[in-house]
C-alpha cells in the first residue's frame, strides 16, 4: 500500500501513519544500538549501522516531504494517530539526542588520547650513550611515564 489512495487520489493517512511510525522505530532502534556502541568503545560495529541508518533517514525524509505537501489532510487526522505521529518522533528525537552525547564523548576520548601521545613524544629525550633500534650508540630515546584515564 503506498502514500496514496488510488481511489480518491487523495493521502492514504492510515499508511502514511503507519510508515512513519515503523521507520521512526527502526531507526530508534538503530540509534539505540549505536549509542550502546559507543558507550562500550565498540566505534567499529557503530559504522555497520551506517548504512542501514541513512536508508531508514532518507525514507523519513521522503515520508515527511509528502506531510509537508498535505498539510491540510494532516490537520484532520485523528487525535489517535496525531498522539503516534508525536510519540514516535519524540522517542526518534530522545534516540538522536543519546546518541549525539555518546559520540560526542567518544570523540573527546579519542581527542585526550592523541593529545596524551603527542605530550609522550613531543617528552621524548635521547639518552646518551645507549643503543637505539638499529643497534647505534646515542640513538635511543627515553619516554617519561604517561597515564591517561578517561571517563566519559
Given at each position: ?73 494532516l ?42 601521545i603527542?605530550?609522550?613524544v ?31
Amino acid at each position: 500500500m503506498g502514500l496514496f489512495n488510488k481511489k480518491t487520489t487523495g493521502l492514504d493517512t492510515g499508511s502514511l501513519v503507519n510508515n512513519f511510525v515503523i521507520k521512526s522505530e527502526g531507526l530508534t532502534r538503530i540509534l539505540e544500538k549505536e549509542t550502546e556502541y559507543f558507550r562500550d568503545r565498540k566505534a567499529p560495529q557503530a559504522e555497520l549501522l551506517m548504512e542501514t541508518k541513512h536508508n531508514l533517514i532518507d525514507e523519513l525524509e521522503r515520508i515527511k516531504f509528502n506531510l509537508t505537501q498535505h498539510a491540510e489532510t494532516l490537520k484532520n487526522l485523528p487525535d489517535s494517530e496525531k498522539l503516534r505521529l508525536r510519540e514516535a518522533n519524540l522517542n526518534l528525537m530522545k534516540a538522536a539526542d543519546a546518541t549525539y552525547q555518546e559520540t560526542s564523548r567518544a570523540q573527546e576520548v579519542n581527542r585526550l588520547i592523541l593529545e596524551a601521545i603527542s605530550y609522550a613524544v613531543n617528552q621524548s629525550k635521547v639518552v646518551e650513550g645507549a643503543y637505539g633500534d638499529k643497534g647505534d650508540l646515542n640513538k635511543n630515546t627515553e619516554s617519561k611515564p604517561i597515564t591517561v584515564i578517561a571517563n566519559a
